[in-house]
């Protein structure tokens, strides 16, 4: 079946730092790939996506390419605040099945 | 537009107890999603609707868990008995269709 696995947490880095978060995933087809954060105290928001093979998703400085040969979708950062700080999931869904299937999360903290 | 409203936030309750949680999508969307989320681990899809239909339920403990979705709006998810291992974060989501889904923010539930 599908599974994400995501770097293991947590993660802390020093406020202006480089940010990447691995991702892999397994899928028997052409999977979507997503990166959904979630705010202390609130509930999972979509970050960015991307449908198809090379396809960059973007959103509030964060980026991540969808890798088809190296099964990949890593989230990157190239200068992180404060505000970042959250918890961070990679999934997919198939086509023609929208259900998500995510990794564990990892949790991100950023110190001034 | 009003977002994927849950209630309760919180519950606490022990274990054999009856609990059930209710879910309003964001009007419009005919998708459906309950996903349990325990304590350092990624949500899982525990079932999902089509307007009132069901289309996966296939992780659905249907020997305690029960979930509905009276005229293809508001959805209950109900746990009758608890057990100790049901204690986790219950989200819904809602999708206008494709593979974007919508948050709320959530009931955690602790079963003692």
Redesign the interface.
């Known amino acids: 079946g599908d599974s994400v696995t995501q770097m293991e947490g947590p993660v802390t880095l020093s406020e202006e730092a480089f940010l990447t978060i691995n991702c892999t995933y397994t899928a028997t087809g052409y999977p979507s790939l997503f990166w959904y954060v979630q705010y202390p105290g609130e509930g999972l928001q979509l970050l960015l996506k991307a449908t198809k093979a090379d396809d960059k998703g973007s959103n509030k400085g964060f980026e991540a390419t969808y890798r088809k040969e190296t099964t990949s979708f890593h989230l990157e950062k190239g200068s992180v605040q404060v505000s970042d700080s959250a918890v961070y999931f990679c999934a997919l869904s198939e086509f023609g099945n929208e259900k998500l299937t995510f990794g564990t999360g990892t949790r991100l903290t950023i110190i001034p | 537009e009003a ?2 409203a849950q209630s309760p936030r919180y519950k606490i309750i022990e274990k054999r107890q009856s609990v059930a949680f209710w879910c309003n999508p964001i009007s419009g969307h005919a ?1 459906l ?1 309950w ?1 349990q989320q325990i304590l ?6 525990l079932i ?1 609707f089509q307007n009132n239909g069901v289309v ?1 339920d296939s992780q659905l403990p249907k020997d305690r868990f029960s979930a509905e979705r009276l005229k293809g709006v508001d959805s209950t998810l109900k746990i009758q008995p608890a057990k100790l291992e049901d204690s986790a974060v219950y ?1 819904c ?1 809602s ?1 206008p269709g ?9 009931t955690r539930l602790t079963v003692l």
Request: hydrophobic residues 20%; glycine residues 24%.
């Open positions: 977002g994927v998708t999603y996903y350092g681990q990624g949500p899982k899809l999902q996966d989200l989501a999708s494709g593979d974007t889904q919508y948050f709320g923010p959530g």
